[in-house]
């Protein structure tokens, strides 16, 4: 059974910076993508970044050169870096890994930007 926990999450004032943790379990493989999702209240669920097997990045717009994903392969961990945060980043945050046949979804974690 593939396992998600992802950490990190919190209240921090705008500018500010959370580095988002997710520890996969359960799997002997290693994901092909693994991303980091994020829902706000009354929005539907928007990529963030995400990182191929062979270390591609691909971020969206509203975060491009404000956050940083990372991933540990021996560890079977992602990371993600925010910084210069603002309010609109408030939201809850999805790890997300994918494999050939399936992919998986951490619980999530609370982000909340205060301005």
């Known amino acids: 059974q593939v396992q998600l926990v992802e950490s990190g999450g919190g209240l921090v004032q705008a500018g500010g910076s959370l580095r988002l943790s997710c520890a996969a379990s359960?799997?002997?493989?290693?994901?092909?993508?693994l991303g980091w999702y994020r829902q706000a209240p009354g929005k539907q669920r928007e990529l963030v970044a995400r990182?191929?097997?062979?270390?591609?990045?691909n971020y969206a717009d509203a975060v491009k050169g404000r956050f940083s994903i990372s991933r540990d392969n021996a560890q079977n961990m992602v990371y993600l870096q925010m910084n210069s945060l603002k309010s609109e980043d408030t939201a809850v945050y999805y790890c997300?890994?994918?494999?050939?046949?399936?992919?998986?979804w951490g619980q999530g974690t609370q982000v909340t930007v205060e301005s």
């Open positions: 997300n890994i994918k494999f050939f046949a399936a992919e998986y």
């Open positions: 359960g799997t002997r493989f290693s994901p092909i993508v």
């Open positions: 990182i191929t097997s062979g270390g591609t990045t």
